[in-house]
């Protein structure tokens, strides 16, 4: 039988499910009684444990990292340019794992799963949960599948910024922080746009205060003006002017408001896509992590004294065009590393395709990544 | 591990367990060397992404940025030497860029291809060409080289900024000294190599 997939894929992989049922206290003052986490796996754990790299996914990905689910999926995982046997981060080396995130809707505990207390989803009733929670949650987690030590912990944007969490809260159970176009805290500007996009969410009719599921609805409007504000933000200006100019699709303007140009009917295309498969309580929660994340708040707002007590060697990266977490976000995490003597290497890409970069097949972003990762296997074997 | 001669007197200049800061690092294989043979650690800086590719893959720190965007991310006496090699001349402001390099380290070491070598004086002077030798190997349209200087000129800067030099070191291409570059070094040396940190304040 011919292979279906491409020779560099993992190929057809099966998500996990794991059951906790230690209460989690949250930073928020609530705790979740029981939890499940949904994850996948690519690779072979080596017999000392030590090749194992823990993903972190960003704002609306899941545990499919790499891969297919099934045969005829057109669509792969979510980061299958930097997974796979021969890739950066390659799966005949390290035994790569990513999880959902708490409080999201692809599997892992979140809104759309019942509350215990009264056997409905929780809708807003689940805690608004931050960075710190997900780590702690993926410790635990961590436990469970007999990892002491992540040879590296591993994410691009808000997934960089739980990887740089992981080395502060937990500094001896990683070896390498990889932190890919990500920045310390959110700007003003950052938490303006979270804002606006919870907003359209919730003020959407449909919303009713985040109890849609009873009446049988879903704020479709809301989530997916969300969407098309989130996506202007990945991409750069350069990278939007590339694929869609001003042209027209019929050719001329039609002196209304139907879709005209090219990206307005691409913009609405994306929000439908992923409206139709994305849960609204969970798009609240997971920008509410993003604005609530500040690791050096707790060490009175100083990055460096809070990456002084890292253990773990750092890899930098950010792109040229990423204006969402711009290059200048990225260095001032190196900055704290320098000004604590820590090991770090940081990478600036040339790259006009804005945040979403991160998940772009740039050769030079590929090479770089795939050195440093070699590196990381070196000391795994 | 061969080492460019260059390095090679340059590493002998560093004191085994210090910390250095290597501005245009190039593929690394100075900082490389120094770790694996003298215990020394640090961080280099390059702008070129093959060159930063490579210094991954040597597994040395490498921080990709633009020297002329100096040096902010320092703080103030934090390395025991900061060296350039070959890129002094390469530099928007080689003044500031040396200024830099004596706020964030309490030594310097720079290396920098002799304008005033008596090749370089010949071929302007009789053949009317901008030089072109082994150490200068461009031609002037092509070169990165924006601010050659000679010996004599990079010590007037130095007392003009109070830069107290500690040792120099003249050779030739093939990276060796002789008894002739010790006397007229600015006739003989074609690459010059310094060390030198701030001036008593007078």
């Known amino acids: ?381 | 591990m061969a080492l460019r001669p260059e390095l090679e007197i340059i590493s002998e200049w560093i004191a085994p367990g210090s910390r250095i800061l290597d501005l245009g690092c190039g593929d690394g294989v100075l900082l490389k060397y120094l770790r694996d043979t003298r215990n020394v650690n640090g961080y280099g800086i390059e702008i070129d992404d093959q060159n930063v590719l490579q210094c991954i893959e040597a597994g040395v720190n490498i921080i990709q940025t633009d020297l002329d965007a100096g040096l902010s991310e320092f703080d103030a006496d934090s390395f025991d030497y900061v060296v350039m090699s070959q890129t002094l001349q390469a530099v928007h402001y080689p003044d500031r860029v040396l200024d830099e390099m004596l706020r964030v380290g309490r030594e310097g070491i720079v290396t920098f291809p002799n304008f005033g070598h008596w090749l370089a004086r010949f071929q302007l002077a009789i053949t009317g060409h901008m030089p072109v030798s082994n150490i200068l190997p461009y031609d002037w349209y092509n070169s990165p080289n924006l601010h050659l200087c000679t010996v004599k000129d990079f010590e007037q800067l130095c007392t003009k900024k109070n830069i107290e030099i500690l040792e120099r070191t003249v050779v030739d291409q093939r990276h060796k000294r002789s008894l002739g570059m010790r006397f007229a070094p600015n006739l003989l040396g074609e690459i010059a190599i310094y060390r030198f940190r701030r001036g008593k304040k007078s």
Not at chain 1, 266 to 276: C, G, N, P, V
Not at chain 1, 288 to 296: G, I, N, S, T
């Open chain 1, 1 to 381: 039988m011919p292979e279906p997939f491409p020779a560099d894929s993992v190929g057809l992989v099966v998500p996990k499910s794991i059951h906790f049922d230690e209460p989690l206290p949250l930073d928020g003052g609530k705790t979740l009684e029981d939890y499940d986490l949904v994850y996948e796996t690519y690779g072979e754990l080596n017999a000392s444990r030590s090749n194992a790299v823990l993903v972190c996914h960003a704002l609306s990905s899941d545990a499919h990292a790499a891969g297919y689910h099934h045969v005829d999926d057109r669509k792969s995982g979510w980061w299958e340019t930097c997974i796979g046997p021969g890739k950066p981060i390659d799966t005949e080396r390290f035994f790569v794992v990513c999880s959902n995130n708490l409080g999201g809707c692809k599997g892992s505990t979140g809104p759309m799963s019942a509350n215990p207390a009264t056997g409905r989803p929780y809708g807003p009733d689940f805690p608004v949960v931050t960075v710190k929670d997900w780590t702690r949650s993926q410790a635990r987690f961590s436990d469970a599948l007999g990892i002491k030590q992540w040879a590296a912990v591993i994410g691009g944007s808000l997934g960089g910024m739980q990887a740089l969490q992981w080395a502060i809260d937990l500094p001896n159970r990683l070896r390498h922080a990889v932190v890919i176009a990500a920045a310390p805290k959110l700007s003003a500007q950052n938490i303006a746009f979270n804002e606006v996009a919870r907003q359209a969410i919730r003020s959407d009719p449909d919303f009713y205060d985040g109890r849609y599921d009873e009446h049988g609805v879903k704020p479709l409007r809301g989530l997916k003006l969300a969407r098309m504000l989130g996506h202007i933000t990945y991409l750069s200006d350069d990278a939007m002017g590339g694929k869609f100019g001003r042209e027209l699709r019929d050719g001329k303007f039609g002196f209304g408001f139907d879709v005209e140009f090219q990206v307005e009917s691409y913009l609405r295309h994306q929000a439908e896509a992923f409206a139709a498969h994305f849960d609204a309580n969970t798009y609240l929660l997971m920008t509410k992590a993003l604005d609530y994340f500040d690791p050096a708040a707790d060490y009175d707002h100083n990055l460096a004294k809070a990456l002084d007590h890292a253990t773990a060697k750092f890899f930098v990266v950010s792109f040229t065009s990423d204006w969402r977490f711009s290059s200048a976000r990225s260095r001032e995490i190196v900055k704290a590393l320098l000004d604590d003597d820590q090991d770090v290497s940081y990478a600036e890409i040339e790259a006009h395709q804005g945040h979403d970069a991160f998940l772009m097949p740039i050769p030079h972003y590929l090479d770089v990544f795939k050195a440093y990762m070699n590196r990381v296997a070196e000391v795994s074997r």
